[in-house]
């Protein structure tokens, strides 16, 4: 049995006085060992709510990270920077940095590397734009995003490897796809890791959905034969995040 993974992913929302405020208002009501349960956090908010976090079950992720050791990258935050701190999640490949900020599928890849060298369990995203889901080539797009993040990891790696599948359409717009269509394309997902891992690896890799995920919808997407969880963006800033952690 998977055990199900729900990850808030806070974007570029709250200073770190009001990420400690968060963590006080959430910590109890998330601190559960049912569920994996990560925050994923602006880099400045990382040591207040490592502080916050302490003693709980919960853990803490980065938004993002470089894929080099060190070196002149102005701007950048290393693996190593992350794994001193205390921080065990890195969401990679988000669909807003790969807009935003010019992340390819090949910067992907070797920052999914550089962080599982670190011993960092990298979320890594996959999705489509609705274009692409109305030209029905989803299937074939995602496939092609998995291989691609995914190229040189040997399967011990990739058994710690977090995919997150969030159709771009569904992220933000409070349009959730339905339990039928994320499934639908986790269960791909899980296919194209089943033909480079072997059953026993992929059965064993987490695949979250996200996209709009809310209180009300959570049951009823996690309860998907291959959906393992959610990552969660605007609903992971209020109280009602606790309820989709807590969604049976
Ligand atoms: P959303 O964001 O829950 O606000 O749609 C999800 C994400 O981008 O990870």
Known sequence: ?????????????????????????????????EVDVVFCVPFVDLYPVLEAL???????GAENMHF????AYTGE??????KEMGVQYVILGHSERREYFGETNESVNQKTKKALEYGLIPIVCCGETLAQREAN??????????????????????????????????IGTGKTATSAQAQEVC????????EMYGQAVAEQMRIQYGGSVNA???????????????????ASLKEEFADIVQYK
């Open 187 to 194: 269960a791909a997902i899980r296919q194209v890791l089943t």
């Open 77 to 82: 935050i290393s693996g190593a920077m992350l």
């Open 54 to 60: 302490q003693g709980t079950n919960i853990a803490v």
């Open 216 to 234: 009300k919808n959570a049951a009823e997407l996690f309860a998907m034969a291959d959906i393992d969880g959610g990552l969660v963006g605007g």
């Open 137 to 170: 080539i989803t299937i074939e797009w995602v496939r092609m995003q998995i291989k691609c993040a995914l190229a040189g990891i040997d399967a011990e790696d990739a058994k710690k490897i977090v995919i997150a599948y969030e159709p771009i359409w569904a």
């Open 1 to 33: 049995m998977r055990k199900k993974i729900v990850a808030g992913n806070w974007k570029m929302n709250q200073t770190p006085q009001e990420a400690k405020a968060l963590c006080n208002l959430l910590k109890d009501k998330v601190n559960t060992t």
């Open 68 to 71: 080099a050791e060190s070196g």
